[in-house]
Protein backbone atom coordinates (compact mmCIF):
# COMPACT_ATOMS: atom_id res chain seq x y z
CA UNK A 1 0.00 0.00 0.00
CA UNK A 2 2.51 2.57 1.18
CA UNK A 3 4.97 1.64 -1.97
CA UNK A 4 1.95 2.02 -4.19
CA UNK A 5 1.34 5.52 -2.81
CA UNK A 6 4.83 6.46 -2.87
CA UNK A 7 4.90 5.04 -6.87
CA UNK A 8 1.89 7.37 -7.45
CA UNK A 9 3.25 10.48 -5.93
CA UNK A 10 6.75 10.09 -7.55
CA UNK A 11 4.70 9.44 -11.29
CA UNK A 12 2.94 12.68 -10.30
CA UNK A 13 6.01 14.56 -9.37
CA UNK A 14 7.62 13.28 -12.53
CA UNK A 15 4.05 14.60 -14.77
CA UNK A 16 4.32 17.80 -13.22
CA UNK A 17 8.30 18.26 -13.65
CA UNK A 18 7.89 17.15 -17.35
CA UNK A 19 4.86 19.53 -17.97
CA UNK A 20 6.88 22.44 -16.48
CA UNK A 21 10.29 21.33 -18.47
CA UNK A 22 7.71 21.58 -21.48
CA UNK A 23 6.15 24.37 -20.79
CA UNK A 24 9.50 26.17 -20.32
CA UNK A 25 10.81 25.52 -23.54
CA UNK A 26 9.52 27.53 -25.72
CA UNK A 27 9.94 27.38 -29.42
CA UNK A 28 10.84 29.73 -31.95
CA UNK A 29 7.12 29.72 -33.61
CA UNK A 30 6.10 30.21 -30.25
CA UNK A 31 8.22 33.31 -30.06
CA UNK A 32 6.57 34.50 -33.84
CA UNK A 33 3.35 34.01 -32.56
CA UNK A 34 3.16 36.13 -29.18
CA UNK A 35 5.32 38.56 -30.69
CA UNK A 36 2.84 39.45 -33.17
CA UNK A 37 0.06 39.20 -30.95
CA UNK A 38 2.17 42.05 -29.22
CA UNK A 39 2.97 44.11 -32.66
CA UNK A 40 -0.87 43.67 -33.67
CA UNK A 41 -1.79 45.44 -30.03
CA UNK A 42 0.76 48.17 -30.67
CA UNK A 43 -0.03 48.87 -33.82
CA UNK A 44 -3.66 49.90 -32.30
CA UNK A 45 -2.50 51.82 -30.23
CA UNK A 46 -0.34 53.86 -32.81
CA UNK A 47 -3.96 54.30 -34.91
CA UNK A 48 -5.36 55.52 -31.18
CA UNK A 49 -1.78 57.97 -30.86
CA UNK A 50 -1.15 56.64 -27.61
CA UNK A 51 2.09 54.46 -28.24
CA UNK A 52 4.14 53.74 -24.69
CA UNK A 53 7.90 53.67 -24.59
CA UNK A 54 7.54 50.90 -22.56
CA UNK A 55 6.03 48.60 -25.09
CA UNK A 56 8.73 49.49 -27.76
CA UNK A 57 11.43 48.70 -25.12
CA UNK A 58 9.48 45.33 -24.01
CA UNK A 59 9.36 44.56 -27.59
CA UNK A 60 13.00 45.31 -28.44
CA UNK A 61 13.63 42.79 -25.87
CA UNK A 62 11.96 40.28 -26.71
CA UNK A 63 13.45 40.58 -30.17
CA UNK A 64 17.34 40.82 -28.84
CA UNK A 65 16.20 37.45 -26.55
CA UNK A 66 15.00 35.69 -29.77
CA UNK A 67 18.27 36.70 -31.41
CA UNK A 68 20.21 34.95 -29.21
CA UNK A 69 18.11 31.69 -29.35
CA UNK A 70 16.12 32.07 -25.85
CA UNK A 71 12.79 31.45 -26.63
CA UNK A 72 11.90 31.49 -23.07
CA UNK A 73 12.60 34.89 -22.53
CA UNK A 74 11.14 36.38 -25.63
CA UNK A 75 7.95 34.78 -25.28
CA UNK A 76 7.62 36.22 -21.84
CA UNK A 77 8.72 39.76 -23.12
CA UNK A 78 6.48 39.71 -25.79
CA UNK A 79 3.38 38.71 -23.87
CA UNK A 80 4.56 41.57 -21.48
CA UNK A 81 4.37 44.44 -24.33
CA UNK A 82 1.15 42.80 -25.56
CA UNK A 83 -0.13 43.22 -22.09
CA UNK A 84 1.51 46.66 -21.78
CA UNK A 85 0.14 47.70 -25.26
CA UNK A 86 -3.44 46.59 -24.44
CA UNK A 87 -3.04 48.76 -21.49
CA UNK A 88 -2.27 51.79 -23.81
CA UNK A 89 -5.32 51.31 -26.08
CA UNK A 90 -7.78 51.16 -22.81
CA UNK A 91 -6.10 54.33 -21.55
CA UNK A 92 -7.34 55.90 -24.85
CA UNK A 93 -10.40 54.38 -25.10
CA UNK A 94 -11.19 55.58 -21.81
CA UNK A 95 -9.72 59.01 -21.95
CA UNK A 96 -12.24 59.88 -24.52
CA UNK A 97 -14.75 60.95 -22.20
CA UNK A 98 -13.22 61.22 -18.83
CA UNK A 99 -10.34 64.04 -19.52
CA UNK A 100 -13.45 66.31 -19.20
CA UNK A 101 -13.37 65.39 -15.15
CA UNK A 102 -10.14 67.60 -14.47
CA UNK A 103 -11.16 70.12 -17.71
CA UNK A 104 -11.13 73.57 -15.48
CA UNK A 105 -14.48 75.50 -15.65
CA UNK B 1 -60.15 62.18 -35.43
CA UNK B 2 -63.04 63.14 -33.52
CA UNK B 3 -62.52 67.48 -32.56
CA UNK B 4 -61.35 66.84 -28.87
CA UNK B 5 -58.80 64.04 -29.93
CA UNK B 6 -57.66 66.31 -32.05
CA UNK B 7 -56.83 69.38 -29.63
CA UNK B 8 -55.37 66.76 -27.18
CA UNK B 9 -53.15 65.34 -30.00
CA UNK B 10 -52.72 68.63 -31.07
CA UNK B 11 -51.43 70.44 -27.68
CA UNK B 12 -49.52 66.71 -27.12
CA UNK B 13 -47.60 67.71 -30.14
CA UNK B 14 -46.95 71.72 -29.01
CA UNK B 15 -45.92 70.42 -25.39
CA UNK B 16 -43.17 68.19 -27.01
CA UNK B 17 -42.01 70.08 -29.45
CA UNK B 18 -41.91 73.39 -27.17
CA UNK B 19 -39.92 70.76 -24.87
CA UNK B 20 -37.60 69.74 -27.18
CA UNK B 21 -36.48 73.85 -28.68
CA UNK B 22 -36.14 74.83 -24.59
CA UNK B 23 -33.71 71.32 -24.37
CA UNK B 24 -31.60 71.77 -27.41
CA UNK B 25 -29.87 74.94 -27.09
CA UNK B 26 -28.72 73.71 -24.04
CA UNK B 27 -27.36 70.31 -24.90
CA UNK B 28 -26.01 72.44 -27.70
CA UNK B 29 -24.01 74.84 -25.28
CA UNK B 30 -22.77 71.86 -23.27
CA UNK B 31 -21.11 70.50 -26.43
CA UNK B 32 -19.84 73.53 -27.64
CA UNK B 33 -16.41 74.97 -26.75
CA UNK B 34 -16.72 78.32 -25.58
CA UNK B 35 -12.86 79.54 -25.78
CA UNK B 36 -13.86 83.19 -23.89
CA UNK B 37 -15.38 81.35 -21.12
CA UNK B 38 -12.34 78.67 -21.22
CA UNK B 39 -9.74 81.23 -20.90
CA UNK B 40 -11.52 84.06 -18.09
CA UNK B 41 -12.17 80.34 -16.14
CA UNK B 42 -8.29 79.33 -17.27
CA UNK B 43 -7.23 82.62 -15.83
CA UNK B 44 -9.23 82.76 -12.38
CA UNK B 45 -8.13 78.86 -11.61
CA UNK B 46 -4.48 80.02 -11.03
CA UNK B 47 -4.82 84.09 -10.25
CA UNK B 48 -6.82 82.06 -7.25
CA UNK B 49 -4.35 79.34 -6.68
CA UNK B 50 -1.79 82.35 -6.19
CA UNK B 51 -3.04 85.10 -5.11
CA UNK B 52 -0.15 86.29 -4.07
CA UNK B 53 1.81 86.19 -7.90
CA UNK B 54 1.73 89.55 -9.84
CA UNK B 55 -0.45 88.69 -13.18
CA UNK B 56 2.51 89.59 -15.05
CA UNK B 57 4.60 87.20 -13.31
CA UNK B 58 2.87 83.79 -14.48
CA UNK B 59 5.00 83.67 -17.83
CA UNK B 60 8.47 83.30 -15.32
CA UNK B 61 7.07 79.75 -14.50
CA UNK B 62 8.87 77.89 -11.76
CA UNK B 63 10.68 81.21 -10.94
CA UNK B 64 6.70 82.94 -10.34
CA UNK B 65 6.15 80.13 -7.78
CA UNK B 66 9.63 80.10 -5.46
CA UNK B 67 10.89 83.42 -3.93
CA UNK B 68 14.41 81.41 -3.25
CA UNK B 69 14.21 80.40 -7.32
CA UNK B 70 12.64 84.12 -7.89
CA UNK B 71 16.17 85.23 -6.95
CA UNK B 72 18.33 82.95 -8.47
CA UNK B 73 16.47 83.52 -11.68
CA UNK B 74 16.90 87.93 -11.23
CA UNK B 75 20.59 87.20 -11.22
CA UNK B 76 20.55 84.69 -14.13
CA UNK B 77 19.17 87.63 -15.50
CA UNK B 78 22.03 89.30 -15.87
CA UNK B 79 24.16 87.64 -17.94
CA UNK B 80 21.58 84.97 -19.49
CA UNK B 81 22.61 82.10 -20.98
CA UNK B 82 20.16 82.39 -23.88
CA UNK B 83 22.43 85.66 -25.46
CA UNK B 84 24.29 83.30 -27.82
CA UNK B 85 21.12 81.96 -29.26
CA UNK B 86 19.70 85.15 -29.26
CA UNK B 87 22.91 86.21 -31.15
CA UNK B 88 22.93 83.77 -33.48
CA UNK B 89 19.40 84.20 -33.99
CA UNK B 90 19.86 88.02 -35.06
CA UNK B 91 22.24 87.27 -36.87
CA UNK B 92 20.85 84.52 -38.85
CA UNK B 93 17.26 86.65 -39.44
CA UNK B 94 19.06 89.11 -41.12
CA UNK B 95 21.30 86.60 -43.61
CA UNK B 96 19.75 86.81 -47.19
CA UNK B 97 18.84 83.41 -48.57
CA UNK B 98 20.29 82.13 -51.65
CA UNK B 99 17.63 83.68 -53.58
CA UNK B 100 17.99 86.74 -52.20
CA UNK B 101 14.96 87.21 -50.03
CA UNK B 102 14.80 86.44 -46.01
CA UNK B 103 12.90 85.65 -43.41
CA UNK B 104 11.22 89.29 -43.39
CA UNK B 105 9.34 88.75 -46.63
CA UNK B 106 7.86 85.69 -45.29
CA UNK B 107 5.97 87.77 -42.10
CA UNK B 108 3.91 90.83 -41.87
CA UNK B 109 6.15 94.15 -40.24
CA UNK B 110 9.21 91.88 -41.76
CA UNK B 111 8.63 89.53 -38.80
CA UNK B 112 9.34 92.20 -36.09
CA UNK B 113 7.33 92.05 -33.11
CA UNK B 114 4.71 89.51 -34.11
CA UNK B 115 5.45 87.05 -31.90
CA UNK B 116 2.17 87.68 -29.78
CA UNK B 117 0.40 87.10 -32.80
CA UNK B 118 1.27 83.34 -33.17
CA UNK B 119 -0.11 80.46 -33.95
CA UNK B 120 -2.26 81.76 -36.42
CA UNK B 121 -5.56 79.79 -37.82
CA UNK B 122 -5.13 80.02 -41.62
CA UNK B 123 -8.54 79.56 -43.27
CA UNK B 124 -7.06 78.30 -46.35
CA UNK B 125 -5.58 75.67 -45.00
CA UNK B 126 -7.74 74.62 -42.24
CA UNK B 127 -5.24 74.58 -39.99
CA UNK B 128 -3.27 75.84 -36.82
CA UNK B 129 0.54 77.46 -38.12
CA UNK B 130 2.66 77.90 -35.53
CA UNK B 131 5.54 80.41 -35.65
CA UNK B 132 8.19 77.36 -35.97
CA UNK B 133 6.25 76.04 -38.47
CA UNK B 134 5.68 79.60 -40.94
CA UNK B 135 10.01 79.68 -40.21
CA UNK B 136 10.09 76.58 -42.08
CA UNK B 137 7.68 77.21 -44.44
CA UNK B 138 9.24 80.42 -45.17
CA UNK B 139 12.56 78.59 -45.76
CA UNK B 140 11.36 75.88 -47.84
CA UNK B 141 9.00 78.03 -50.53
CA UNK B 142 12.48 80.25 -50.78
CA UNK B 143 14.80 77.27 -51.88
CA UNK B 144 16.07 76.13 -48.30
CA UNK B 145 15.91 73.36 -46.21
CA UNK B 146 13.93 73.15 -43.37
CA UNK B 147 15.50 72.90 -39.83
CA UNK B 148 15.00 70.47 -37.57
CA UNK B 149 11.79 71.39 -35.21
CA UNK B 150 14.17 70.25 -31.96
CA UNK B 151 17.29 71.78 -32.55
CA UNK B 152 19.25 74.53 -31.90
CA UNK B 153 18.68 77.23 -35.36
CA UNK B 154 15.07 76.94 -34.94
CA UNK B 155 15.90 77.99 -30.86
CA UNK B 156 17.55 80.73 -32.51
CA UNK B 157 15.33 82.33 -35.17
CA UNK B 158 12.64 81.94 -32.72
CA UNK B 159 14.39 83.36 -29.85
CA UNK B 160 15.29 86.51 -32.04
CA UNK B 161 11.37 86.74 -33.01
CA UNK B 162 10.06 86.61 -29.37
CA UNK B 163 13.05 89.16 -28.14
CA UNK B 164 11.52 91.35 -30.44
CA UNK B 165 8.00 90.76 -29.31
CA UNK B 166 8.82 91.18 -25.32
CA UNK B 167 6.44 92.84 -23.17
CA UNK B 168 3.55 92.70 -25.76
CA UNK B 169 0.56 90.13 -24.76
CA UNK B 170 -0.18 87.30 -26.27
CA UNK B 171 -3.35 88.54 -28.95
CA UNK B 172 -4.29 84.80 -30.10
CA UNK B 173 -7.21 84.80 -32.26
CA UNK B 174 -9.68 82.53 -32.93
CA UNK B 175 -11.56 83.20 -36.36
CA UNK B 176 -15.57 82.26 -36.84
CA UNK B 177 -14.00 79.09 -38.64
CA UNK B 178 -16.02 75.95 -37.41
CA UNK B 179 -12.25 74.22 -38.26
CA UNK B 180 -10.83 76.83 -35.84
CA UNK B 181 -12.86 75.68 -33.02
CA UNK B 182 -12.46 72.80 -33.83
CA UNK B 183 -8.75 73.16 -33.99
CA UNK B 184 -8.59 74.70 -30.35
CA UNK B 185 -11.01 72.27 -28.80
CA UNK B 186 -8.99 69.44 -30.35
CA UNK B 187 -5.76 71.13 -28.73
CA UNK B 188 -8.01 70.94 -25.37
CA UNK B 189 -8.69 67.64 -25.36
CA UNK B 190 -4.94 66.81 -25.97
CA UNK B 191 -3.89 69.02 -22.80
CA UNK B 192 -6.47 66.68 -20.78
CA UNK B 193 -5.63 63.83 -21.89
CA UNK B 194 -3.65 60.96 -19.99
CA UNK B 195 -1.30 59.70 -21.72
CA UNK B 196 1.86 57.39 -21.30
CA UNK B 197 2.73 54.34 -19.03
CA UNK B 198 2.53 56.85 -15.98
CA UNK B 199 -0.67 57.82 -16.86
CA UNK B 200 -0.33 61.71 -16.75
CA UNK B 201 -1.97 64.38 -18.92
CA UNK B 202 -0.35 67.69 -19.54
CA UNK B 203 -2.50 69.10 -16.87
CA UNK B 204 -1.44 66.80 -13.95
CA UNK B 205 1.68 68.41 -13.72
CA UNK B 206 0.77 71.93 -15.08
CA UNK B 207 -2.70 72.80 -13.74
CA UNK B 208 -2.83 70.10 -10.55
CA UNK B 209 0.20 70.71 -9.40
CA UNK B 210 2.58 73.82 -10.46
CA UNK B 211 4.50 74.97 -7.72
CA UNK B 212 5.18 71.07 -6.90
CA UNK B 213 8.69 69.22 -7.41
CA UNK B 214 9.07 66.79 -9.36
CA UNK B 215 11.97 65.46 -8.33
CA UNK B 216 14.50 68.28 -8.50
CA UNK B 217 12.29 70.46 -10.90
CA UNK B 218 9.34 73.07 -9.33
CA UNK B 219 6.54 72.80 -12.19
CA UNK B 220 5.23 75.75 -14.00
CA UNK B 221 1.60 76.93 -14.30
CA UNK B 222 0.17 76.09 -17.62
CA UNK B 223 -1.10 79.81 -17.30
CA UNK B 224 1.87 82.05 -19.85
CA UNK B 225 3.41 78.58 -19.88
CA UNK B 226 4.34 79.34 -23.74
CA UNK B 227 5.57 83.40 -23.04
CA UNK B 228 8.82 82.69 -22.29
CA UNK B 229 9.34 80.21 -25.15
CA UNK B 230 11.87 79.15 -26.70
CA UNK B 231 14.36 78.66 -23.23
CA UNK B 232 17.55 77.72 -22.19
CA UNK B 233 17.28 74.72 -20.11
CA UNK B 234 20.08 74.34 -17.60
CA UNK B 235 18.45 70.14 -17.67
CA UNK B 236 19.51 70.16 -21.52
CA UNK B 237 22.66 72.56 -21.35
CA UNK B 238 21.19 74.34 -24.16
CA UNK B 239 18.00 75.62 -25.86
CA UNK B 240 14.69 74.03 -26.52
CA UNK B 241 11.55 74.88 -28.44
CA UNK B 242 8.35 74.37 -27.77
CA UNK B 243 8.29 71.39 -30.68
CA UNK B 244 11.29 70.10 -28.16
CA UNK B 245 9.27 70.52 -24.91
CA UNK B 246 6.37 69.29 -26.16
CA UNK B 247 7.99 65.87 -27.22
CA UNK B 248 10.02 65.83 -24.10
CA UNK B 249 7.23 65.75 -22.18
CA UNK B 250 5.69 63.32 -23.53
CA UNK B 251 8.68 60.93 -23.80
CA UNK B 252 9.06 61.87 -19.63
CA UNK B 253 5.84 59.95 -19.16
CA UNK B 254 6.79 57.18 -20.77
CA UNK B 255 4.63 58.32 -24.12
CA UNK B 256 6.21 58.01 -27.54
CA UNK B 257 5.97 61.37 -28.33
CA UNK B 258 3.90 62.32 -32.10
CA UNK B 259 6.36 64.48 -34.50
CA UNK B 260 6.91 67.65 -33.75
CA UNK B 261 4.41 69.89 -35.64
CA UNK B 262 1.75 66.87 -35.71
CA UNK B 263 -1.97 68.28 -35.47
CA UNK B 264 -1.90 67.86 -32.20
CA UNK B 265 0.87 69.79 -31.12
CA UNK B 266 -0.12 72.41 -33.29
CA UNK B 267 -3.59 72.71 -31.81
CA UNK B 268 -2.30 72.34 -28.25
CA UNK B 269 0.02 75.00 -29.25
CA UNK B 270 -3.24 76.82 -30.21
CA UNK B 271 -5.18 76.27 -27.32
CA UNK B 272 -2.56 77.10 -24.58
CA UNK B 273 -1.49 79.99 -26.06
CA UNK B 274 -5.32 80.94 -26.63
CA UNK B 275 -5.88 80.38 -22.80
CA UNK B 276 -2.98 82.78 -22.16
CA UNK B 277 -3.94 85.88 -24.43
CA UNK B 278 -3.69 89.42 -23.05
CA UNK B 279 -0.10 87.93 -20.81
CA UNK B 280 3.67 89.54 -22.06
CA UNK B 281 5.70 87.31 -24.39
CA UNK B 282 9.14 87.28 -22.43
CA UNK B 283 10.82 85.12 -24.21
CA UNK B 284 13.75 83.99 -24.77
CA UNK B 285 13.37 82.32 -21.45
CA UNK B 286 15.56 80.24 -19.00
CA UNK B 287 14.91 77.03 -16.98
CA UNK B 288 16.41 75.25 -14.48
Known sequence: ?105 | MKPRSAIHFASAALALATLALSAAPSAFAADTPDPVADAKAFRKYFTDKFPKVKLQDFVNGPYSMNEDLHRQWEEKEQFPPYEFSLDLGKEMFAKPFKNGKSYADCFANGGIGIRQNYPTFDEKEGKVVTLELALNRCREANGEAPFSYVKDEMAALTAYMAFTSRGKPFDIKIPADPRALEAYQNGKRYFYTRRGQLNFSCATCHVQSPGERIRAEVLAPAFGILNAMPIYRSEWSGMGTISRRFVTCNSQIRGVPLNPQDDEYRDLEYYLSYVSNGLPISGPGARP
Open chain 1, 1 to 105: MRTSMLKSILTVALLIAGASSARAAASEADFKAAYAAAEAANKEAAALRNQWTTTAAAMAAAKKAADSGDFDQAVAASKEAEALAKASIYQATSEKEAWKAIEIR
